[in-house]
């Protein structure tokens, strides 16, 4: 048996995308750029896809340029907006304290070539102020990149009010909003954004492939050189059947975004009212603007990585916070940027889930996870301890 519940780091194909995926890889192999039958074949599917991409978040086929994923999103909108800003002496860059890394660690390559960066604070809700938005913006600020949804926490930012405060003070607008789309209802037009990275498989798509979003008239700066693909923004031999499958992936998702955020939404409620009852744990993140599928738990006087190591022996595929920091020994930043005491950010659980898992998978996880937590505690020093100082 494997409960599959870390779909914020990534997700299974779904079959819609898979069939969508196998004529491109079998008969439609051709290069989009090639004049010939088979290369012209690609070159519809590539565009019927741009088309798609484009229709699911209120854009226009313009406006959408494939990628290799989400971080590679990132950074070329990160960079553009950089590179626009500094032709006008332009070099101040605002986010948050929060941002996936392929932010975070673009905005620290930028600090190294002259700009600076604020990054604002997320408060114990994890949610940005727009105020605080609206008051760090100076003459010199070129661009301002807001998550729409945090990877770990979930909590949705007021990504629409930042925009609009942005186009008001003529401030390019980035929002990384990989965890939202698929999700959550995302409209470029609604959410105020001058650019926005997607990527396929946190919604059931291929890994490699994703969107970035940029409104018209801005001029995109290459990362990659080379051929003239993407209207010569983005140069290497299309993904095609990645994208042709992320196109499939997407309209899915939206088709049953309502019932599937419905249906995620009671299983994560299940696990709040299951697993809040642990003594000494606490939900990280604001409940009232939420990602259906993410919860992110704190227990005291344990370690993360021994409770996935157990859960997962049990049955339980989960995550201690972000993929990209396992390995790591320091808490999570997140967590960290939301004022968790370290001690405590150590003993985190997320659970992310997906329209495949079901309500029994959760019965089993609140029965499990406490089982867990207690054998955990029961040969914890640290867990002493504070039983200790209580009595
Ligand atoms: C997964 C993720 C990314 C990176 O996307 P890749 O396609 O894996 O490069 C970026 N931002 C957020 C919020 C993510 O969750």
Redesign the pocket.
């Known amino acids: 048996m494997t409960i599959y519940t870390d779909n914020?780091?990534t997700t299974k194909l779904s079959d819609a995308a898979l069939n969508a995926m196998l004529p491109l890889l079998k008969e439609s192999y051709g290069n989009p750029s090639s004049l010939h039958t088979v290369g012209q074949q690609a070159k519809e599917y590539l565009e019927q896809a741009r088309e798609d991409v484009a229709q699911a978040i209120g854009a226009s086929a313009k406006e959408i340029y494939f990628t290799?994923?989400?971080?590679?999103a990132?950074n070329q909108s990160i960079r553009t907006a950089a590179y626009l800003g500094a032709k006008k002496g332009k070099k101040h860059i605002i986010s948050s304290k929060f941002e996936?890394h392929?932010?975070l660690h673009t905005l620290k390559a930028l600090e190294q070539e002259g700009y600076s960066v604020t990054l604002l604070d997320v408060y114990e809700n994890g949610i940005v102020k727009p105020e605080d938005v609206a008051n760090a913006i100076t003459d010199e600020t070129c661009l301002v990149t807001i998550?729409t949804?945090?990877?770990e926490i979930g909590t949705i930012q007021p990504i629409s009010e930042i925009g609009k405060i942005c186009q008001e003070k003529k401030v390019y607008f980035h929002t990384?909003a990989?965890?939202a789309v698929g999700h959550i209802p995302v409209d470029v037009n609604k959410m105020n954004c001058d650019m926005l990275?997607i990527?396929?498989?946190?919604f059931h798509g291929p890994?490699?492939v994703?969107v970035l979003y940029v409104k018209k008239g801005i001029p995109l700066k290459n990362l990659i050189e080379g051929g003239a693909q993407e209207r010569g923004k983005r140069a290497g031999t299309e993904n095609v059947a990645g994208i042709v499958g992320m196109a499939a992936a997407l309209k899915e998702a939206n088709e049953s975004l309502d019932e599937n955020m419905k249906k995620i939404s009671a299983m994560r409620d299940r696990l709040i009212d299951g697993l809040g009852k642990i003594e000494r744990s606490r939900i990280n993140g604001d409940l009232s603007h939420h990602l259906p599928g993410t919860l992110n738990m704190c227990f005291e006087g344990i370690e993360g990585e021994s409770l996935l190591l157990l859960l997962d022996a049990k049955g339980i595929c989960a995550s201690s916070g972000s993929a990209c920091t396992s390995g790591s020994l320091d808490p999570s930043h997140v967590l960290l940027s939301i004022g968790v005491p370290v001690e405590i950010a150590h003993g985190s659980l997320r659970l992310s889930l997906s329209e495949y898992n079901t309500m029994e998978e959760m019965n089993y996880i609140v029965d499990t996870v406490p089982q867990v937590v207690s054998y955990l505690r029961s040969i914890s020093p640290v867990w002493e301890k504070i039983t200790k100082e209580e009595k």
Do not use: F, L, R, T
């Not at 290799?68 to 590679?72: F, H, L, P, R, Y």
């Open positions: 914020a780091a290799s994923g989400g971080s590679e990132d996936h392929a932010v998550m949804a945090n990877n990384d990989v965890q990275s990527s396929a498989h946190k890994k490699g994703g």
